[in-house]
């Protein structure tokens, strides 16, 4: 048996998605997007660096693991 939550909890999703989500979206979106700026996903970028061969550092320069002895 499957359990009541388990049931009711998609079947809400559901209905908000299809039916609710296309009325307020409009009516909610201009204030979400006054408070919600887009400074933390431009800053993100920022942390890491890409080297030539594909490697992100964050912290210093790539260990190379050929030269890592391998008993």
């Known amino acids: 048996m499957v359990c009541i939550p388990c049931i ?3 079947v809400l ?3 908000y998605k299809r039916f609710l989500e296309p009325i307020l979206y409009p ?3 201009p204030f979400i997007n006054k408070f919600w700026t887009k400074k933390a996903v431009q800053e993100t970028g920022a942390s890491g660096q ?3 061969n ?3 550092t964050a912290n210093g320069p790539p260990q190379n693991s050929a ?3 391998i008993d």
Do not use: A, M, N
């Open 13 to 15: 999703l559901w209905v």
């Open 8 to 10: 009711v909890i998609p």
């Open 54 to 56: 594909g490697e992100i």
């Open 50 to 52: 890409v080297e030539s």
């Open 67 to 69: 030269s890592k002895k």
């Open 27 to 29: 009516i909610v979106s």
